[in-house]
C-alpha cells in the first residue's frame, strides 16, 4: 500500500523546510513562555484586572479565549498563547504540506514521471500521506516537548494538571491534521495543481474569524461551528478538563472523510502536465 | 503477441477531442512510428496506454492487460520518455537515476554507468542546471534502465544534437534486437522512417492509415516541376493523377500518381523548357495524405 521510495523522496524533499518551521515555531514558544515569570512577579496582571474588566477589553478577551484566571497560571498562558501561534502556525505547516504533496507534481510536471512507473494512484496517495503524518507527527513532538519544558522552567510557584497540557496538545494536533485534510482535499480539486498557499492561509485566518466572532457575540455561537478552531476545548482551568470524545470525533471524522474524497478523486483524476 | 492493441479508445477533455476511436496494434519486437501533426492526440494517446489519462470510452490493452485496470503491471515493463522533460529540480541526476530505478525490482547500477558512459552524461549535477538536451539524455536512461519490454517514446530527438541522435537510434536498434518493442511517436517522418517498419498516422484524434514505410515509399508518387516557355498559370493539363498543382511564373510543380506515359502526351503539344521528375521525400507523400484527406475527406488518390 506504501511504496518506500516514494515515502523516502517526500520525507527528504521537504526536511529542510520541516525544520524551518520547528525552529520557528519551537522558538515562538520559548520566548513567549520566558514573558509569564516577568508578568506574575511584577502584578502586571492583577494591576490591569480592572482595565480588562472595560466593554471592549472583555469582548476582545474573550475573543482569544483569555480569562484573568488563566491568564495568571503557567498552563492557562501557555494554552492562550497556543491558541494564538501555535494553533495557527502549525495548522499552516500542516495544510501547505498537505496542499502540496500532490499538486507540487501536477505542476512541476514530474507528476508524469512519477505515474509512469509501476506505482498505483493509492500507492502515491499514501505514501506521500505517510510522509505528511510523519512530518505532522513530528511536529507535535516537537512542541509537545518544548511546551513542557517551557512550563517547567517558566512555572515558578503556579501548578497545572500534565494531563490538560496532554488533552490541549492532543486538540492542537487534531486540529492541524483537519486542517490538512482539508488542504489535500482542496488541492486536488484544482486543475493542473495550481498553488493554493493564498486559499490555505485564508481558510486557516477565516476560520479563526469565524471562532472569534463566535466567542464575542453570543447570536453567532452557531455559526462558529463551520470553524474548526471552535471544536478546541480551551478551558483549560476546568478541573475536569480532558478529551470530549464528540469533539475528537469531529476531528478524526471530518479528516478521515475529507482523505477519503481525495484517494477517490486522484484515483480517478485525469493527470494534466 | 500484440504488445499494444486499443479498441476505438476514445478520450475527450470535457468537450473538445482528444482521441477518437483509436485502432491501434502494435506487435512484439516491431519498431512502430507513431506520426501526426502537433495537437493530433499522440501525446493524449500515449497517456492514456500509460494511465496518466483516463479513456472516455473504448479499452486499451498492453501486453494483454487492461490499461486501466493493469496500469502497474504494465508500467513495470514500460519505459517512458516524455516530450517535455520534467524531473525534481532539486535533485542531482544520479539521485533521479536511482530514484527511478528503485521502482522496479531490476538492480540497475551497472547500467545506469554504461548509459551515462555511452551519452556523457555527468551524474553529479542538478537537474535545475542541465540543458534542455542533457535533460533529455537522463530521461532516456531512466526510460532504459531496467530494461524494459516496451519503450514509449513521445517526440524523443527533440532537443538531442545530431551526434547523440545517432547514438540514441543504435541503441534503440540495438534494444529493438535484443526483443525490445519500440513505439516512435513523432511529427517528422523523416525521422522515423530511419527506425521504423511500420507506421500510423493519427490526424485530428482519428487513425488515417497504418502503412508498411515500404509501401508508403512505392507509392509511386512523383515529385513533378516544369517549366514552360510562357507563363504557367493558366496552363491546364488534360491529365489525370495531378495532384495540388501550384504555378508560379513559368514554373508548375505538382505531385503526380497518374501514369507517365498520360503525362508525357499531355506535354506533347507544350513548350516545355526543362522537366523535373523526383521521388519524393516520405514527408511529402505524408503531407500529402493530410492534403486531400482535407479537401475531400477521402482516401488520397495514389494508385
Not at chain 2, 506487435?27 to 501525446?43: D, L, Q, R, T
Not at chain 2, 509511386?220 to 501550384?246: D, N, V
Amino acid at each position: 500500500m506504501i511504496s518506500r521510495n516514494i515515502y523516502r523522496w517526500e520525507l527528504k524533499r521537504n526536511r529542510s523546510s520541516f525544520f524551518v518551521w520547528c525552529l520557528s515555531i519551537g522558538t515562538l514558544i520559548v520566548v513567549g513562555m520566558a514573558f509569564f515569570p516577568v508578568m506574575i512577579q511584577e502584578n502586571i496582571m492583577k494591576q490591569m484586572a480592572a482595565f480588562f474588566e472595560t466593554g471592549i477589553m472583555k469582548s476582545l478577551m474573550a475573543a482569544f479565549g483569555a480569562t484573568l484566571e488563566s491568564l495568571t497560571n503557567v498552563l492557562g498562558f501557555y494554552c492562550t498563547r497556543n491558541s494564538q501561534f501555535i494553533q495557527i502556525l502549525g495548522s499552516f505547516f500542516s495544510i501547505m504540506l498537505a496542499s502540496k504533496i500532490l499538486a507540487q507534481e501536477e505542476r512541476e510536471k514530474s507528476a508524469e514521471f512519477l505515474l509512469s512507473k509501476p506505482v498505483t494512484r493509492i500507492e502515491v496517495v499514501s505514501s506521500k500521506l505517510a510522509a505528511y503524518f510523519t512530518y505532522l507527527l513530528m511536529l507535535n513532538g516537537v512542541i509537545l516537548v518544548i511546551g513542557f519544558i517551557s512550563l517547567e522552567l517558566f512555572k515558578g510557584e503556579s501548578q497545572y494538571r500534565l494531563s490538560s497540557f496532554l488533552a490541549h496538545s492532543a486538540y492542537s494536533f487534531l486540529l492541524m491534521l483537519t486542517f490538512g485534510a482539508i488542504g489535500l482535499f482542496l488541492s486536488l480539486l484544482i486543475k493542473r495543481g495550481r498553488p493554493t498557499a493564498n486559499i490555505s492561509i485564508g481558510i486557516i485566518m477565516g476560520a479563526y474569524f469565524f471562532d472569534a466572532l463566535s466567542k464575542v457575540t453570543p447570536a453567532a455561537d452557531k455559526l462558529g461551528y463551520i470553524s474548526p478552531f471552535k471544536f478546541v476545548d480551551s478551558s483549560v482551568m476546568r478541573p475536569d478538563y480532558g478529551l470530549d470524545w464528540w469533539r475528537v470525533l469531529y476531528f478524526v471524522g471530518a479528516t478521515l472523510v475529507l482523505i477519503g474524497a481525495a484517494f477517490w478523486i486522484y484515483k480517478k483524476k485525469d493527470i494534466l502536465v | 503477441m500484440k504488445v499494444i492493441e486499443t479498441h476505438n479508445l476514445s478520450k475527450y477533455y470535457g468537450k473538445s477531442r482528444g482521441i477518437v476511436d483509436l485502432n491501434l496494434e502494435v506487435e512484439e519486437g516491431e519498431i512502430f512510428g507513431f506520426i501526426g501533426p502537433n495537437g493530433a492526440g499522440k501525446s493524449t494517446a500515449i497517456r492514456t496506454l500509460l494511465g496518466l489519462i483516463f479513456p472516455t470510452s473504448g479499452k486499451g490493452y498492453v501486453f494483454g492487460k487492461d490499461i486501466v485496470k493493469d496500469s502497474k503491471e504494465i508500467k513495470k515493463h514500460i519505459g517512458f520518455m516524455p516530450s517535455d522533460v520534467n524531473y525534481y529540480e532539486k535533485m542531482d541526476v544520479a539521485e533521479l537515476l536511482r530514484y527511478s530505478a528503485d521502482f522496479y525490482d531490476v538492480d540497475c547500477d551497472a547500467r545506469i554507468r554504461e548509459l551515462a558512459d555511452t551519452f556523457a552524461l555527468d551524474l553529479n549535477r542538478k537537474i535545475l542546471d542541465l540543458s534542455q538536451g542533457n535533460k533529455k539524455k537522463v530521461s532516456i536512461l531512466q526510460s532504459l534502465i531496467h530494461r524494459p519490454k516496451l519503450l514509449i517514446l513521445d517526440e524523443p530527438t527533440s532537443g538531442l544534437d545530431p551526434l547523440m541522435q545517432a547514438k540514441f537510434f543504435d541503441l534503440l536498434r540495438h534494444e529493438n534486437q535484443k526483443g525490445t518493442t519500440v513505439f516512435f511517436s513523432s511529427h517528422t517522418l523523416s525521422e522515423v522512417q530511419k527506425m521504423c517498419k511500420r507506421v500510423g498516422i493519427i490526424k485530428e484524434g482519428k487513425i488515417v492509415a497504418v502503412e508498411d514505410i515500404e509501401t508508403l515509399r512505392k507509392k509511386q508518387l512523383r515529385k513533378i516541376q516544369i517549366e514552360f516557355m510562357t507563363a504557367a498559370e493558366h496552363m491546364k493539363l488534360e491529365c489525370p493523377g495531378i495532384l495540388s498543382p501550384q504555378a508560379q511564373g513559368r514554373e508548375l510543380s505538382f505531385m503526380y500518381a497518374g501514369n507517365m506515359e498520360d503525362l508525357i502526351a499531355a506535354l506533347v503539344n507544350e513548350k516545355v523548357a526543362d522537366l523535373l521528375i523526383e521521388e519524393p521525400t516520405l514527408e511529402e507523400i505524408f503531407l500529402h495524405y493530410y492534403d486531400d484527406q482535407n479537401e475531400s475527406g477521402k482516401e488520397p488518390q495514389i494508385q
